[in-house]
T-cell receptor, first 115, second 114 residues
């Protein structure tokens, strides 16, 4: 059974700091890995998607990497801003042929960026 | 606007009274899925559908039913709700056949069963 862990559970940083959020998974047979942002009481907004054949994806101040062999992904946020405060979740979609359609989410890292 | 629409956003109901939470997407996506989110337990998959008339269980399907009679709609049915189904529910869709796309989520339905 796939398990996804995100560390730390919470993180507080001063504005302007670069930071890294971690996501680890136990089964490397994945289809893709996706990072989401969730604001309190709201839905999930997709940030970045990395296919199993890719090593990283970038969007603005965000960079996500994927190392399937070690079962790890990182989300790098450059020059953090108070507006980045939210919970960040990673989700692993399982390999299409054996567990097509199933996905597993981490519990998230709650980020607070202080002005 | 491309989106996933869930209704209602908030619902309070009593134990045993059947209810349906609707989910509709306008992106012609093949794949749709339901999740529940609970404090300390994260997001857990309830049911998913790879296409019309094709549905399968996720990790926590007990007490729920789904149907996929049309591509755009994927309702979640609670035949006899119980208090342990009080949760925040999300519907998501994806063009599963496209390898470079991920999930689009609805805004959520907060359900309280008393």
């Amino acid at each position: 059974k796939q398990e996804v862990t995100q560390i730390p559970a919470a993180l507080s940083v001063p504005e302007g700091e670069n930071l890294v959020l971690n996501c680890s998974f136990t089964d490397s047979a994945i289809y893709n890995l996706q990072w989401f942002r969730q604001d309190p009481g709201k839905g999930l907004t997709s940030l970045l998607l990395i296919q199993s054949s890719q090593r990283e994806q970038t969007s603005g101040r965000l960079n996500a990497s994927l190392d399937k062999s070690s079962g790890r992904s990182t989300l790098y946020i450059a020059a953090s801003q108070p507006g980045d405060s939210a919970t960040y979740l990673c989700a692993v979609a399982r390999w299409r042929r054996t567990n097509a359609g199933k996905s597993t989410f981490g519990d998230g890292t709650t980020l607070t960026v202080k002005p | 606007e491309a989106q996933v629409t869930q209704n209602p956003r908030y619902l309070i109901t009593v134990t045993g009274k059947k209810l349906t939470v609707t989910c509709s997407q306008n992106m012609n996506h093949e794949y749709m899925s339901w999740y529940r989110q609970d404090p300390g337990l994260g997001l857990r998959q309830i049911y998913y559908s790879m296409n019309v008339e094709v549905t399968d269980k996720g990790d926590v399907p007990e007490g729920y039913k789904v149907s996929r009679k049309e591509k755009r709609n994927f309702p979640l049915i609670l035949e006899s709700p119980s208090p342990n189904q009080t949760s925040l529910y999300f519907c998501a869709s994806s063009p599963w056949e496209g390898p470079y796309y991920g999930y689009t989520f609805g805004s959520g339905t907060r359900l309280t069963v008393v």
